[in-house]
């Protein structure tokens, strides 16, 4: 499985932008799929996942009611609408695919088989 992620680009603050994620090449029976960022200097973090089958929603709190993340059975695409951009919302985005892992673990890095190659997001004004 690969993942191809796209969308990021500058952006000015305030401003609102939509990340896709693509999964390709064999079959895709991922049990959810998520986004993380890892902005310059820091660690990567989690930022919100869907459930594939139930399409439940985890988000971290620094993106609720900012942030919707969706999916597209038919493409076997993930999106991440982002509304409202601030600055340090400016990172390289990650999207990833868990296979075998445990709900309660979707904050987790190790919890995801599948990576994208990221795409750089920068919010300016």
């Known amino acids: 499985v690969q993942l191809q992620a796209s969308g990021g680009g500058l952006v000015q603050t305030g401003g609102s932008a939509r990340l896709s994620c693509a999964a390709t090449?064999?079959?895709?029976?991922?049990?959810?799929m998520g986004w993380f960022r890892q902005a310059p200097g820091k660690e990567r973090e989690f930022v919100a996942a869907?459930?594939?089958?139930?399409?439940?929603?985890r988000y971290a709190d620094s993106v609720k009611g900012r942030f919707t993340i969706s999916r597209d059975n038919m493409k076997n695409t993930v999106y991440l609408q982002m509304r409202n951009l601030r600055h340090e919302d400016t990172a390289v985005y990650y999207c990833?695919?868990?296979?075998?892992?445990?709900?309660?673990?979707?904050?987790?890095?190790?919890?995801?088989?599948?990576w994208g190659q990221g795409t750089l997001v920068t919010v300016s004004s």
């Open positions: 090449g064999g079959t895709f029976s991922a049990r959810w």
């Open positions: 869907i459930e594939w089958r139930s399409r439940s929603t």
């Open positions: 990833a695919a868990s296979y075998g892992g445990i709900w309660s673990s979707v904050g987790l890095t190790t919890a995801y088989d599948y």
